[in-house]
């Protein structure tokens, strides 16, 4: 580790960049004290490999901005809410620190719980997690919306682990749905940009769907605008060419790899063997059902009718055959989607063909499935109420021509870790589940917003604001808790929350109608806010802390979840380290660390040390463990999970481990079986085709809401069957509000938390689309609109304002937003006022959230007219 | 002249991304609102067949620059290497190279200006500190070519879509980018022969 006071000459530092979750590996020259140059580290092979994007560059600038809070803020205007200046004076470390540890400490006494601590340190989580569970509350939580409710759940459910991509490396046909993969945004932008690059040299198709021509769009052979939230009626329209027209499916995948031929009856359940109550499948060979893992299995039916114990039933494949075949015809897709049936039936073909099922190849002396086509999504069609059918429905088409976990396919973000350090089961029902989550949130249970979806968790009145108590099949749970933070009573939670404590997270310009979100701020009585810069959620805070730099400050070890921050698919396992390359300016401090101090203070560091052990693993080594009675940094803590790390891999680390020349912990290329997990586990841990124990869990959950007197708990979405339902804004007429709203992710951008940064804003003044709204020219014409106008968008909740673009490049029915600008905190002076704050114009209201997976939809009916000057 | 350093930049490959532009903007500390290194883009066609292109645009280093010709001073000079470079000292800001460069390459700086007020952000090579009244451009990151590295755009550009190399050297990857495809050069009619390719 690096002694950052005495950088007199220039010294490149390995570290990890923390301008988005992506965890790139990178070098940063520093010469007396300062910041010089960051590059992606070119040793990292299955990372940055020497890249790194211009978000990433610019972080310098962030560094040396006078707008940077430097000492500790006391807000003397009473009075909070939307745009309201807090009055913040100055004050000392010592009088913000006895103000906070005062009434921490009565809160404390009154009930632990009311506390919450809500942040998007991404990869610190379990440092103020463990401070949550050492001060005697549950609420330490992820404050996110920007990810994936739906999306992680169902690739936890298929894929094995929470993420997945595609396989660049042999992919020859590409589809990118409402995604950007491999186009300076979405996961591993740095590998997946150079191997997106080989596939298009050596000639792969990509094929982008999306209501908005966006960087991955304009890159593409074919762009397929659709309306937004529209998606699984597509996909479930290509499902049933592939099926029902053309017969193109991956039979021999799907008979022993998935659970198409578990038999289903008429109440939607599997039918189950009356003594081992395992679920049954019918052997064609033999003419009788069977145990799912009976090994005397000939041929297993995925289609047909069968009558066993007297009950007629269908395997669910044969469900899924017929449902398509009834609901989602070319002509119904085609009038949902606005995609031309044409269009629809050839993109299925060519997908179909381009998978060739039923071929093999070898890598390094394995003879593996060859499926060299596959569909990839991320927010885009992950963000509407159908949240977690809608992805499922895409993954079907992977799912059907058996591009799961093989060369070529959907890979899973690392189902099976370095010696099995995590790794996929077999539940009792023979389907997939994984303990990824287990081990990189820590050994202690969740606190955070994962869990694992399945099998189901129990369901029992909710206790914590996470609220996850309420979603036993969802494995990722987040946006839920503002709502619960804004209307208590509602949620009938037995306490009431009082203190929030805010870091790296901004949700009021995050989720829906800043005015209604800003309840669960106004309800507290007290809020922590931790900055580096004031965004518009920590302007409602009493005190505010200052915050350092992700390039002055250490992170837990390993930087790069590797789970999921390590390229899919074959490559090197790597470890890397996250340290300061240079000293915070005096008075600053990480907020880890001042969790820290705080425990001290309120006399709780054996607890949290204790925390720690347990949520980092290092209890299990004991001479690596946190005493009690002693004060540890987080570079202290990082320090010795590298060495236990080290240990666990079977290499040696010691305090001078990470320098110029061995940058991070490389453990070497992945085994076949790591990188392509799907032929190695798919034959015990089956993918699910149907959702069958979304039927009692969704009655559990049924009886706990009404028992707990929250009968209007929506419990519509527990169906077994892949579908598609309309968004709640498809129900509003359109008359008056006629266009929709979609957005699209700029590479400068990503993640957010970009809009402040002097370089950043420098670029995207003169982009051509960075802070403007993108209407079709027709429709412009229509509205008497032109190119450069001013123009209102309103929808039935909010109104913003901002430049338009007239363009070719967006769905006719859409207004168009490039990333997330409009901020209005004063504390962000080069952000605010640039751009549109799209999520103003997202009604905050229950209906938009699926409560089976916990999304809130981000789909809203606009109008637009040229602004009066 | 020994070598001529020249690029080829694959459009099918660029993605916008601007990683090029930052990183220039790191590696010479150009002042708010000044870009060497630039990604336009181009669109065409009716919806929903419709092109999008990212155009990464630089300084040309021609082999008969315009801007060479019309200075009065001699300051824009082609270096040994094939590069068109500015020199500091000599230049008195006429602006006769804005006017003739038909690539707009050029940037005027009146004033010495920060992206924050007296903050001097301490990167890069401090080559342009205290020249006011001077013209600037991209010089090819003729500093890292002369410790080996590559351009800082090159270096950093994730689709790896720029190549950088010798254009005198008929074995070079340039070389055979440009025979391999349809290569153009920006402007030919503009007589200037710019050494900055680019191929679809």
Same mark, same amino acid.
């Given at each position: 580790? +690096?002694?950052?006071?005495?950088?007199?000459?220039?010294?490149?530092?390995?570290?990890?960049?923390?301008?988005?979750?992506?965890?790139?590996?990178?070098?940063?020259?520093?010469?007396?004290?300062?910041?010089?140059?960051?590059?992606?580290? /070119?040793?990292?092979?299955?990372?940055?490999?020497?890249?790194?994007?211009?978000?990433?560059?610019?972080?310098?600038?962030?560094?040396?901005?006078?707008?940077?809070?430097?000492?500790?803020?006391?807000?003397?205007?009473?009075?909070?809410?939307?745009?309201?200046?807090?009055?913040?004076?100055?004050?000392?470390?010592?009088?913000?620190?006895?103000?906070?540890?005062?009434?921490?400490?009565?809160?404390?006494?009154?009930?632990?719980? +009311?506390?919450?601590?809500?942040?998007?340190?991404?990869?610190?989580?379990?440092?103020?997690?463990?401070?949550?569970?050492?001060?005697?509350?549950?609420?330490?939580?992820?404050?996110?919306?920007?990810?994936?409710?739906?999306?992680?759940?169902?690739?936890?459910?298929?894929?094995?682990?929470?993420?997945?991509?595609?396989?660049?490396?042999?992919?020859?046909?590409?589809?990118?749905?409402?995604?950007?993969?491999?186009?300076?945004?979405?996961?591993?932008?740095?590998?997946?940009?150079?191997?997106?690059?080989?596939?298009?040299?050596?000639?792969?198709?990509?094929?982008?769907?999306?209501?908005?021509?966006?960087?991955?769009?304009?890159?593409?052979? =074919?762009?397929?605008?659709?309306?937004?939230?529209?998606?699984?009626?597509?996909?479930?329209?290509?499902?049933?060419?592939?099926?029902?027209?053309?017969?193109?499916?991956?039979?021999?995948?799907?008979?022993?790899?998935?659970?198409?031929?578990?038999?289903?009856?008429?109440?939607?359940?599997?039918?189950?063997?009356?003594?081992?109550?395992?679920?049954?499948?019918?052997?064609?060979?033999?003419?009788?059902?069977?145990?799912?893992?009976?090994?005397?299995?000939?041929?297993?039916?995925?289609?047909?009718?069968?009558?066993?114990?007297?009950?007629?039933?269908?395997?669910?494949?044969?469900?899924?055959?017929?449902?398509?075949?009834?609901?989602?015809?070319?002509?119904?897709?085609?009038?949902?989607?606005?995609?031309?049936?044409?269009?629809?039936?050839?993109?299925?073909?060519?997908?179909?063909?381009?998978?060739?099922?039923?071929?093999?190849?070898?890598?390094?002396?394995?003879?593996?499935?060859?499926?060299?086509?596959?569909?990839?999504?991320?927010?885009?069609?992950?963000?509407?109420?159908?949240?977690?059918?809608?992805?499922?429905?895409?993954?079907?088409?992977?799912?059907?021509?058996?591009?799961?976990?093989?060369?070529?396919?959907?890979?899973?973000?690392?189902?099976?870790?370095?010696?099995? &350090?995590?790794?996929?089961?077999?539940?009792?029902?023979?389907?997939?589940?994984?303990?990824?989550?287990?081990?990189?949130?820590?050994?202690?249970?969740?606190?955070?917003?994962?869990?694992?979806?399945?099998?189901?968790?129990?369901?029992?009145?909710?206790?914590?604001?996470?609220?996850?108590?309420?979603?036993?099949?969802?494995?990722?749970?987040?946006?839920?808790?503002?709502?619960?933070?804004?209307?208590?009573?509602?949620?009938?939670?037995? &306490?009431?929350?009082?203190?929030?404590?805010?870091?790296?997270?901004?949700?009021?310009?995050?989720?829906?109608?800043?005015?209604?979100?800003?309840?669960?701020?106004?309800?507290?009585?007290?809020?922590?806010?931790?900055?580096?810069?004031?965004?518009?959620?920590?302007?409602?805070?009493?005190?505010?802390?200052? =915050?350092?730099?992700?390039?002055?400050?250490?992170?837990?070890?390993?930087?790069?979840?590797?789970?999921?921050?390590?390229?899919?698919?074959?490559?090197?396992?790597?470890?890397?380290?996250? +340290?300061?390359?240079?000293?915070?300016?005096?008075?600053?401090?990480?907020?880890?660390?001042?969790?820290?101090?705080?425990?001290?203070?309120?006399?709780?560091?054996?607890?949290?040390?204790?925390?720690?052990?347990?949520?980092?693993?290092?209890?299990?080594?004991?001479?690596?463990?946190?005493?009690?009675?002693?004060?540890?940094?987080?570079?202290?803590?990082?320090?010795?999970?590298?060495?236990?790390?080290?240990?666990?891999?079977?290499?040696?680390?010691?305090?001078?481990?990470?320098?110029?020349?061995?940058?991070?912990?490389?453990?070497?290329?992945?085994?076949?079986?790591?990188?392509?997990?799907?032929? &190695?586990?798919?034959?015990?841990?089956?993918?699910?085709?149907?959702?069958?124990?979304?039927?009692?869990?969704?009655?559990?959950?049924?009886?706990?809401?009404?028992?707990?007197?929250?009968?209007?708990?929506?419990?519509?979405?527990?169906?077994?069957?892949?579908?598609?339902?309309?968004?709640?804004?498809?129900? =509003?007429?359109?008359?008056?509000?006629?266009?929709?709203?979609?957005?699209?992710?700029? /590479?400068?951008?990503?993640?957010?938390?970009?809009?402040?940064?002097?370089?950043?804003?420098?670029?995207?003044?003169?982009?051509?689309?960075?802070?403007?709204?993108?209407?079709?020219?027709?429709?412009?014409?229509?509205?008497?609109?032109?190119?450069?106008?001013?123009?209102?968008?309103?929808?039935?909740?909010?109104?913003?304002?901002?430049?338009?673009?007239?363009?070719?490049?967006?769905? /006719?029915?859409?207004?168009?937003?490039?990333?997330?600008?409009?901020?209005?905190?004063?504390?962000?002076?080069?952000?605010?006022?640039?751009?549109?704050?799209?999520?103003?114009?997202?009604?905050?209201?229950?209906?938009?959230?699926?409560?089976?997976?916990?999304?809130?939809?981000?789909?809203?009916?606009?109008?637009?007219?040229?602004?009066?000057? | 002249?020994?070598?001529?350093?020249?690029?080829?930049?694959?459009?099918?490959?660029?993605?916008?991304?601007?990683?090029?532009?930052?990183?220039?903007?790191?590696?010479?500390?150009?002042?708010?609102?000044?870009?060497?290194?630039?990604?336009?883009?181009?669109?065409?066609?009716?919806?929903?067949?419709?092109?999008?292109?990212?155009?990464?645009?630089?300084?040309?280093?021609?082999?008969?620059?315009?801007?060479?010709?019309?200075?009065?001073?001699?300051?824009?000079?082609?270096?040994?290497?094939?590069?068109?470079?500015?020199?500091?000292?000599?230049?008195?800001?006429?602006?006769?190279?804005?006017?003739?460069?038909?690539?707009?390459?050029?940037?005027?700086?009146?004033?010495?200006?920060?992206?924050?007020?007296?903050?001097?952000?301490?990167?890069?090579?401090?080559?342009?500190?205290?020249?006011?009244?001077?013209?600037?451009?991209?010089?090819?990151?003729?500093?890292?070519?002369?410790?080996?590295?590559?351009?800082?755009?090159?270096?950093?550009?994730?689709?790896?879509?720029?190549?950088?190399?010798?254009?005198?050297?008929?074995?070079?990857?340039?070389?055979?980018?440009?025979?391999?495809?349809?290569?153009?050069?920006?402007?030919?009619?503009?007589?200037?022969?710019?050494?900055?390719?680019?191929?679809?």
């Amino acid at each position: 580790m +690096q002694n950052t006071s005495h950088n007199t000459q220039e010294k490149w530092i390995p570290s990890t960049c923390g301008a988005c979750f992506n965890s790139c590996a990178v070098k940063i020259l520093v010469k007396d004290g300062k910041v010089i140059d960051i590059k992606g580290d /070119p040793s990292v092979t299955s990372g940055s490999r020497g890249k790194i994007c211009g978000k990433g560059q610019a972080r310098i600038a962030e560094l040396y901005d006078p707008n940077r809070v430097r000492k500790p803020l006391k807000r003397t205007n009473p009075k909070k809410g939307v745009g309201i200046d807090p009055g913040w004076v100055e004050i000392s470390w010592e009088e913000a620190m006895d103000t906070i540890v005062t009434k921490m400490k009565k809160i404390r006494e009154e009930d632990p719980r +009311q506390l919450v601590i809500g942040h998007f340190d991404f990869n610190n989580a379990n440092f103020a997690h463990a401070f949550a569970s050492a001060y005697g509350t549950p609420n330490g939580e992820y404050f996110t919306v920007s990810c994936g409710n739906g999306l992680h759940t169902l690739f936890a459910n298929t894929v094995g682990n929470y993420n997945m991509e595609i396989d660049l490396e042999y992919c020859n046909y590409i589809v990118l749905w409402g995604s950007q993969l491999g186009h300076g945004v979405n996961n591993n932008p740095m590998p997946a940009a150079r191997d997106m690059a080989n596939a298009r040299r050596r000639g792969a198709k990509l094929v982008v769907i999306d209501p908005i021509c966006g960087v991955a769009a304009a890159k593409a052979d =074919e762009w397929i605008p659709i309306l937004p939230g529209t998606d699984a009626a597509l996909a479930l329209g290509m499902i049933n060419v592939l099926i029902n027209d053309l017969g193109i499916y991956d039979r021999e995948y799907l008979k022993k790899c998935t659970n198409s031929p578990y038999l289903i009856d008429a109440t939607g359940h599997y039918l189950r063997d009356k003594n081992s109550n395992k679920p049954l499948v019918w052997d064609i060979a033999d003419g009788k059902a069977k145990e799912f893992d009976d090994p005397d299995i000939k041929d297993a039916a995925i289609e047909g009718a069968f009558t066993v114990y007297d009950v007629k039933c269908n395997p669910s494949f044969d469900l899924i055959k017929k449902h398509v075949k009834k609901n989602y015809s070319l002509e119904r897709v085609e009038k949902i989607t606005t995609v031309p049936a044409k269009t629809i039936a050839r993109i299925a073909k060519e997908f179909g063909e381009a998978a060739m099922i039923g071929s093999t190849i070898n890598i390094r002396g394995e003879q593996l499935p060859f499926r060299p086509a596959a569909v990839e999504f991320k927010k885009g069609v992950n963000a509407h109420k159908n949240s977690f059918f809608a992805c499922a429905c895409l993954q079907m088409l992977n799912i059907i021509v058996g591009s799961i976990n093989v060369p070529g396919g959907a890979l899973g973000s690392n189902p099976i870790g370095p010696i099995d &350090y995590w790794t996929c089961f077999k539940s009792d029902d023979g389907l997939l589940a994984t303990n990824a989550i287990e081990i990189v949130s820590g050994l202690e249970g969740t606190y955070s917003c994962f869990k694992t979806p399945y099998p189901p968790s129990d369901v029992t009145m909710p206790q914590t604001v996470g609220y996850k108590e309420l979603f036993p099949v969802s494995g990722y749970i987040t946006t839920i808790t503002t709502f619960v933070l804004a209307y208590p009573e509602k949620f009938k939670l037995p &306490y009431k929350p009082k203190m929030l404590i805010l870091s790296r997270t901004n949700f009021i310009a995050s989720t829906g109608e800043p005015e209604e979100t800003a309840k669960a701020l106004t309800n507290m009585e007290f809020i922590l806010g931790f900055a580096w810069k004031i965004n518009e959620t920590l302007e409602f805070a009493d005190i505010i802390l200052p =915050e350092a730099h992700d390039l002055e400050r250490y992170w837990y070890f390993p930087a790069n979840l590797p789970a999921s921050f390590i390229k899919f698919g074959q490559g090197d396992w790597h470890f890397q380290i996250c +340290q300061p390359v240079v000293d915070a300016p005096p008075g600053i401090n990480d907020w880890n660390n001042t969790l820290i101090d705080i425990a001290e203070r309120l006399g709780i560091l054996d607890e949290f040390n204790d925390r720690m052990n347990i949520r980092s693993g290092l209890r299990m080594i004991p001479e690596l463990a946190l005493e009690p009675k002693t004060k540890y940094t987080v570079g202290d803590i990082a320090l010795r999970m590298a060495k236990m790390m080290g240990s666990i891999m079977g290499k040696e680390v010691t305090a001078d481990t990470f320098t110029e020349k061995e940058t991070h912990i490389n453990l070497g290329p992945k085994t076949v079986r790591e990188a392509y997990a799907g032929p &190695y586990v798919n034959f015990e841990a089956k993918v699910p085709v149907y959702f069958e124990h979304f039927i009692d869990a969704g009655k559990k959950v049924e009886k706990v809401t009404k028992d707990g007197g929250m009968g209007w708990w929506d419990v519509s979405h527990y169906n077994p069957m892949p579908e598609w339902r309309p968004c709640p804004a498809f129900e =509003e007429d359109g008359k008056e509000f006629d266009l929709f709203l979609a957005a699209t992710k700029l /590479p400068l951008h990503y993640h957010s938390t970009s809009a402040d940064n002097a370089w950043i804003d420098d670029v995207s003044t003169r982009n051509r689309f960075d802070y403007c709204a993108i209407v079709n020219t027709e429709t412009a014409k229509k509205k008497g609109i032109k190119d450069g106008d001013i123009i209102a968008i309103e929808s039935r909740v909010g109104k913003v304002v901002g430049k338009v673009k007239v363009s070719e490049l967006v769905h /006719p029915q859409v207004v168009g937003m490039f990333g997330i600008g409009g901020h209005w905190s004063k504390g962000q002076p080069i952000a605010k006022g640039k751009g549109i704050n799209i999520n103003t114009l997202v009604p905050f209201d229950f209906n938009m959230l699926e409560t089976l997976s916990g999304q809130m939809d981000t789909c809203a009916r606009v109008k637009i007219y040229k602004e009066a000057k | 002249m020994k070598q001529r350093y020249a690029m080829v930049i694959d459009l099918k490959l660029c993605i916008g991304c601007n990683s090029c532009t930052m990183a220039c903007k790191a590696a010479h500390g150009t002042q708010p609102g000044v870009f060497w290194n630039k990604v336009l883009e181009k669109e065409s066609g009716k919806y929903p067949s419709v092109t999008r292109l990212f155009i990464p645009v630089l300084c040309n280093h021609c082999r008969d620059p315009l801007c060479e010709t019309v200075c009065p001073t001699g300051a824009t000079y082609r270096n040994e290497d094939g590069l068109v470079l500015v020199n500091y000292v000599k230049c008195i800001g006429c602006k006769a190279c804005i006017s003739a460069c038909p690539y707009e390459a050029r940037t005027y700086i009146e004033k010495e200006k920060y992206y924050f007020p007296n903050t001097p952000i301490p990167y890069g090579v401090n080559e342009l500190r205290g020249y006011e009244g001077v013209v600037q451009k991209c010089t090819f990151c003729v500093d890292r070519l002369k410790k080996g590295q590559l351009p800082a755009c090159v270096e950093v550009c994730p689709p790896s879509c720029r190549v950088f190399g010798d254009l005198n050297d008929p074995q070079s990857e340039v070389n055979r980018l440009i025979r391999g495809k349809s290569a153009f050069q920006l402007l030919p009619d503009k007589g200037t022969d710019p050494s900055v390719y680019y191929i679809r």
